[in-house]
């Protein structure tokens, strides 16, 4: 009787450290994820018709890989998770007049990550609401592409064209190296 209590206990213990023993080769740990996307004003406009105009709009896009993330490129081929956890913007050089009236950060294939309001040079950099869904979709992409595209789009109070420098803090998981 004391042998089958014995293997019933080896058995359990056993079943239950199948994935403690899978994840023991895992690798965690937090990255920045940097891109720089150049947002500017419709420059088709003249000088005075965007003084006639309340807000003009202004976009800007580029692709954010992970091969150009010195953290995760070793890891690239063993990557499990990519979890984006927060989202900070920077828009320098915003004149005293220049107010961003409106910025959203969004995802090609994925839909909008964030919006903001009311920019100005003294609020240049924020952290925005995140929508989490979609944050969590972004990662998934990113995860599954190896890239994805990031769309910033808006309305200021005039013409305007900035570098803007987006941060995504993530925690990733992979397998560890060989």
Do not use: R
Request: net charge negative.
């Amino acid at each position: 009787m004391k042998i089958k209590a014995v293997i019933l206990l080896a058995v359990l213990v056993t079943l239950g450290g199948c994935e403690w023993i899978k994840n023991l080769g895992n690798v965690d740990f937090d990255t920045d994820l940097i891109l720089s996307v150049l947002i500017s004003s419709d420059m088709k406009k003249g000088a005075s018709a965007a003084t006639e105009v309340a807000d003009i709009s202004f976009t800007g896009s580029a692709v954010l890989s992970l091969v150009d993330n010195e953290d995760i490129e070793p890891y690239i081929e063993k990557l499990k998770e990519i979890d984006l956890e927060s989202v900070e913007v920077t828009i320098p050089g915003l004149t005293g007049e220049q107010t961003i009236t409106t910025i959203s950060l969004s995802v090609t294939g994925v839909g909008i990550i964030c919006t903001h309001s009311n920019i100005t040079s003294s609020t240049g950099t924020f952290t925005p609401a995140i929508d989490e869904d979609m944050l969590l979709k972004a990662g998934k992409k990113l995860l599954k592409d190896g890239s994805i595209t990031l769309v910033v789009s808006g309305t200021s109070s005039g013409i305007i064209e900035n570098l803007a420098t987006i941060v995504f803090g993530a925690k990733v998981t992979a397998g560890a190296l060989s």
